[in-house]
């Protein structure tokens, strides 16, 4: 069991950056590659970035590439997303989660989610 915590959501304004953090509990964090989701009002949940289990590999959106980095630090049990140059469409709740699967764009893919934080940004 994994139970996972966001922190760092908040108010921006564009062109602005926020950094998330998701704190893991247990002692068996660096057995989960990590992902970022996202949800807007009205929108699915959609796949932001990706980073397996000792940060060899990452992964992200088109839309983030180059504006966002995924990082991890497994001694402190807690996956980082880095977010710049933040635009108003990047408005959404993020969630991140944990999972199985080497490095995972589907939600499916993934077995333990957080509760999740706010990230607004205004123009």
């Known amino acids: 069991q994994v139970q996972l915590v966001e922190s760092g959501g908040g108010l921006v304004q564009a062109g602005g950056s926020l950094r998330l953090s998701c704190a893991a509990s247990g002692r068996t964090f660096n057995r989960y590659a990590m992902g970022w989701f996202r949800q807007a009002p009205g929108k699915e949940r959609e796949f932001v970035a990706a980073?397996?289990?000792?940060?060899?590999?990452?992964y992200y959106r088109d839309s983030v590439r180059g504006r966002f980095t995924i990082s991890r630090d497994n001694a402190k049990n807690t996956v980082y997303l880095q977010m710049n140059s933040l635009k108003p469409e990047d408005t959404a709740v993020y969630y991140c989660?944990?999972?199985?699967?080497?490095?995972?764009?589907?939600?499916?893919?993934?077995?333990?989610w957080g509760q999740g934080t706010q990230v607004t940004v205004s123009s």
């Open positions: 980073i397996s289990k000792f940060g060899i590999s990452t």
């Open positions: 989660a944990a999972g199985g699967t080497p490095i995972a764009t589907n939600s499916s893919e993934y077995d333990y």
